[in-house]
Structure formats: C-alpha cells, structure tokens
C-alpha cells in the first residue's frame, strides 16, 4: 500500500518539492511547435506547478519566461510580441527571448538600468515538433531526451496532444496498466469476432495475464503474457522512462514505435504528448472484415482551444457531461458505454479525484508494474533530495534510444528478457543507426 506521505512525495511537483525537483532535472515539453507562430500571440503555459509564457519571435527563436513581468508584475500574456522581442503593455519594458531586457521607454534618457533588469526565463529547444523547456538549475543543460519515437525523421512523426484533470501520476499509471485494456476498452469483444491473425485476439481469449515486472537503466519495464498458439505465448512488452514516458503495446514490436509523455502542468492537470511514427501502428482489433471495432479510436473531438491557463486540448467528452456515456451502448456494445480510447481511460481516472488517495487502494499481483514505477521514482526523488544523486537519464539519455514496446509471438520455453532483446534487434528501424554485427 502507499501511505498518505508517499503519495504526497509522489504526486506534488510544485517548486519546492521532491518530485517537482526530480522533474525539473529534465527537459520537459511545453507546447507543440505549431503553437508558436514568430510575432504571433503569447500563449499561457501552466507547467510544473508554474505560470508560464512561451512566445517565438520576430527571427523564430522561442522564449518561456514566468509570466509576470518583473517591473510591477503585470501578465506579459498581454504583452506584444513585435520586433524581436516581448513587450509589456503596461510600461512598455521589452524583453528579448533570453529574458534580457532591451527597452525601458517609460524612463528618461540617463535613467535607463535595463543591462540590471531580466525576466525570469528558462531555456527553450525544438525538436521534431515539440517545444522543450529545461526548468532546472545547471549552468548548462542536459541532453534532450532520447527515446526512438522523438527522434524519427519529421515528416514520418505524428505528434499531438490531450489534457487529463487529475495528478499526473494516475494519469501515466494508465499507461503501465495493461490489465485494464481486455476490460475497460474490450471488455464485450469476443474474440470469435475478431480477425484471427490479430495477435491482441489473445487477450480476449485469456483475459487475466501472468506478469514479469523488473527495473531496468531508463526506469521500469513489464511484459504481460498468455497461451497463444500450442507451445507459445503472447507477450506484450512495455516501459516507463523516466520521469514519465510511457511506452506501451498497441501493436507488433516490430513497428511499435510510439511514446507519450504525462506531463504535469500543476498538481491536479496533466498534458499527454503523444508521438508515434505514422503508419508505424495498426488499427486497434480489427473485425473478420478488416474493420476497426467501434468506440477503440485512438483520437477523439476536441473542444476548440482558449487562452486560459487550462483550456488547451481538451476533449469534447469530459466530467461535464459524464464522458457522454451512453447506458444502452453499455449493455449492448460496448464495456464503458464511453466512445474513444483516451476519454475511456479519463473517465477512470480524473474518477479517483484530482490526486488519488492511494492509501485507500488493495493492490494485487496484476499491479506489480505500477507498485515498481513508484518505488523507482520515489527512491530516485528521494536520492536527489538527500544525496544529490543524478536521477537515471538526465545525462545519458542515450539509455532509452533503442526502448521499444509491442507484442510478440514466442515459444513458450523462452526466457522473457531474451525473447524481448532478440526481437528488439530484429525490429530496428532502418532510419536508426543498427548495432554493429
């Protein structure tokens, strides 16, 4: 069980605290690319407990300030993004996307003492569209993550994202909780119905799978077995990377290539950026007609965005309106009665309250991979704390480049890590560098 403390250790990533430290150690995403258009409008950014700013200027480059300008600490969310630089509306101060302060027009020539005025800013990188942000102390920054999905050629990557209300932990717990997927998304298919040379038919029929959980360099890894064919099992294998990439299994190992990173935005918001490679991943359980099976889409409606801190990304299916559950389709088709993978999962957990109680929760052997992703950043968080200790990645992120997720098909008289090696070695991508022989 987790007590009431190691909750709170785990779930508060505010400044100041432990798992807010731990966090700050990487670079996290704070936006899309796309978000950020050169002399276009300020966006409000709420990320890891703070209220931030991120702009690109006149040249492309993108600066993410604390949005409150340091003369009286007006939101410079209103200010005016022109010319190279941010400027305050109430004074006029400008400021250039390091934070440097370039203009004070509200003082008099001889009065001017901008060269001892910045705006607190933090460093920005680009990648693959994403914004990345690196909220820590070091003079100079870490490398940027390496996880496969990040790293593909542009125009091959799909990136998106979707906000969760609730504690980021449970949000990224879903992605780790693969006992959930043969009830809550596929709990009324028959396998009867499915296409049977889809492998994820095995989970229908075996629906409660046997568990091998182990640490490993970049954090956590599981993989879910069941009888498939005579002699063989269907595994499927996943990861948590650390601090909160989630790789899971929808699809062959051999083409997997996906993460989503659970980003908190302050205790009780998360932002989810999904990536995979396009094409990479097949339908989710096709039917004897090569038809996807209803309410599994793995994008749902979105509502339009605003400019509030949290009004980015939402879906149209919400607490508000009860995930549009429909209690006949329920009965009939349908284990949740909710359409759409993402608000089937937000239904499940923005219900256990904006921060879980866990102390309230009876654990069993299926939850070995969440009980273990805990522990791995509890100890880490607490190791920084006490001892200064680099947490796992933070400068050789290069560990995680050739993690990968997905199922595969094996003998049954295997060993589980050799059977996921061997496969991962056979599944490289030809756009990534392979292993010399």
């Not at 993550?145 to 990557?157: H, N, Q, V």
């Not at 699809?251 to 659970?262: C, E, H, S, V, Y």
């Not at 009780?268 to 989710?284: D, E, Q, R, S, Y």
């Amino acid at each position: 069980m987790t007590t009431e403390a190691e909750n709170e250790f785990l779930s508060r990533i505010g400044p100041g605290t432990p798992m807010g430290a731990l966090m700050r150690q990487y670079w996290v995403p704070a936006c899309l690319s796309s978000e950020l258009v050169a002399d276009g409008d300020p966006l409000r950014i709420a990320l890891l407990g703070e209220k931030l700013i991120a702009f690109r200027d006149s040249s492309g480059r993108i600066g993410i300030f604390d949005h409150r300008c340091p003369h009286r600490c007006a939101s410079l969310f209103f200010g005016r993004n022109e010319e190279g630089g941010l400027r305050c509306a109430y004074h006029g101060w400008k400021f250039d996307a390091a934070g440097n302060c370039l203009d004070m027009p509200n003082l008099p020539d001889g009065e001017d003492h901008r060269h001892k005025v910045k705006a607190r800013a933090y460093r920005a990188a680009e990648r693959n569209g994403l914004v990345y942000v690196y909220m820590g102390e070091r003079e100079e920054a870490p490398p940027l993550p390496s996880i496969e999905a990040l790293e593909g050629p542009p125009e091959e990557m799909a990136v998106f994202c979707r906000m969760r209300e609730c504690n980021w932990l449970q949000a990224l717990e879903g992605d780790i909780d693969t006992a959930h997927f043969t009830f809550l998304h596929v709990g009324k298919v028959d396998a009867d119905d499915v296409d049977p040379n889809h492998m994820e038919r095995f989970q229908l029929i075996e629906r409660a799978a046997q568990y091998h959980v182990r640490t490993a360099d970049w954090g956590t890894m599981y993989t879910a077995y069941r009888p498939a064919q005579p002699g063989h099992y269907y595994y499927r294998f996943a990861h948590m990377v650390m601090p909160f990439w989630t790789l899971f299994p929808n699809g062959p190992l051999a083409t997997n290539i996906m993460a989503q990173g659970w980003v908190p935005m302050d205790d009780t918001h998360t932002m989810v950026f999904t990536v995979m490679w396009k094409g990479a991943i097949p339908p989710l359980l096709i039917n004897k007609k090569g038809e996807q099976l209803p309410h599994l889409v793995r994008q749902s409606p979105m509502q339009p965005n605003t400019t509030d801190w949290f009004g980015r990304w939402r879906t149209v299916a919400s607490a508000d309106n009860d995930y549009l559950i429909d209690r006949e389709m329920q009965r009939t088709v349908s284990y949740s009665g909710i359409d759409g993978l993402f608000p089937q999962d937000s239904a499940m957990t923005e219900s256990m309250g904006e921060i879980a109680d866990r102390s309230l929760e009876h654990l069993v052997p299926s939850d070995r991979m969440i009980v273990m992703s805990r522990r791995r950043l509890y100890e880490a968080a607490w190791a920084l704390r006490e001892h200064g200790t680099v947490p796992p990645l933070v400068d050789d992120p290069e560990t995680s480049a050739t993690v990968r997720s997905g199922e595969v098909i094996a003998p049954a008289n295997r060993d589980w890590l050799e059977i996921y090696e061997d496969s991962l070695a056979e599944a490289r991508h030809p756009a990534l560098p392979r292993a010399a022989e």
